[in-house]
């Protein structure tokens, strides 16, 4: 039997202002910017959450009711729920209409799409107890399976989160890993006992996250029918489609077919008698492992490389977070709730992405939703910022010991 897994997405940045070397010590402001749409919180959420979250949310809810078998996994970052509650309760109660129909599966993640993980195994599994919380307030929901920011995965990464009590981890499958075997099997990440690795299928995920809309593709135009052949003929025990929820509506916008392409894909896939739809808790507690996946070195699902250089690739990103994550002790010394969501707010793995100087082949992946003209400007924004909550967490402490 083919299992289809589908997993989106749900993310979104507290996004910084322009915050200039002449702001610092004066104001502390640092994500509101009502005159500047780029900057806007606000403004960008309300148009991702009208061009996609509640459009394809609707279809959603209208497959789950019309096809018993249809399932679909989320992984949410705190940050989206929390301008969910801020900007648009509306689109927090279309996901939980989403998760009361009991198929649809919550995955975990860092509260603040971070990389903690890298930096400070400390506040990772604080980040990741925070999200647990969430989900359980808002969805009533405790996940079973792990999904790291940008699906950065090794096997030190896949050991602690089997340490912490998940089931399944999800990651790239890229090619090199592989080493000939298939994206579409899971295996048993070395070193550890029992967790199992559920890998996404990129080739078939890209398809549609990149490919759908454009004209120069020799595939375009897609069709369900041509996807559910590349789909059964890819052999398998399941086929893992991993995407920003994004893709729907924003990435792919609504005039390019994609709502009546994802629409119809499960009927058209449910033809064959021989295929289901599955979540990743369902494969990892029914689908044997195939083996041992050796990663020793740091996976990701961006770009070309796969790889963290999105994120760490120049000396910008490198000192920007070295300076972060230096400053958590005092930070947490502080005692200081405000401080301490700022200073996580400012680990939201965006803010380093919008520093990357790779602009090749990958440079419209990384122009998408930024809103500074260079990854200079991203960085003096950053570092001034940065600078300013250093300065007001040490005058903090200095008046608590006097």
Known sequence: MSKVCFYFQVHQPFRLRKYSL???????????????????????????????????????????????????????????????????????????????????????????????????????????????????????????????????????????????????ILAEGWDYILNGRSPN?????????????????????????FRFS????????????????WLSTSGGDSVNLFMDYETLGEHQWEDTGIFDFISKLPNELLKNKNTTFTTPTELVETSPSQGELDVP??????????????????KMQQESLKNLYQLEPLIKQSNNKELLDTWRKLQTSDHFYYMCTKWFSDGDVHKYFNPYESPYEAFITYTNTLNDLTLRVKELLQINES
Request: hydrophobic content about 35%.
């Open 22 to 168: 002449f702001d610092i010590g004066k104001k502390n402001d640092y994500f509101e910017e009502k005159k500047d749409l780029k900057t806007n919180n606000e403004a960008l959420f309300l148009k991702v959450a009208r061009k996609c979250y509640l459009p394809a949310n609707k279809i959603m809810l209208q497959l789950l009711e019309k096809h018993p078998e249809f399932k679909i996994s989320y992984s949410f970052s705190g940050t989206a729920l929390e301008q969910m509650e801020q900007f648009y309760p509306e689109v927090l109660t279309s996901f939980q209409s989403l998760v009361d129909t009991g198929r649809v599966e919550l995955l975990s993640e860092t509260y603040y799409h971070s990389l903690s993980f890298l930096y400070s195994k400390k506040e990772f599994i604080e980040q990741v107890n925070l999200h647990n919380k969430k989900l359980k307030d808002l969805f009533h929901y405790t996940p079973q399976v792990f999904r790291n920011t940008e699906l950065i995965y090794n096997n030190k990464i896949a050991s602690s989160i089997e340490d912490l009590g998940y089931k399944g």
């Open 185 to 209: 099997m899971l295996y048993t990440p070395k070193g550890t006992k029992y967790i199992k690795v559920l890998l996404k299928n990129y080739k078939l995920s890209d398809d549609i996250a």
């Open 214 to 229: 454009n004209r120069s593709w020799p595939e375009w135009p897609l069709t369900t029918g041509k996807f559910h052949h």
């Open 297 to 314: 070195f740091l996976l990701s699902w961006a770009d070309l490389e796969r790889d963290v250089s999105a994120w760490l690739g120049n």
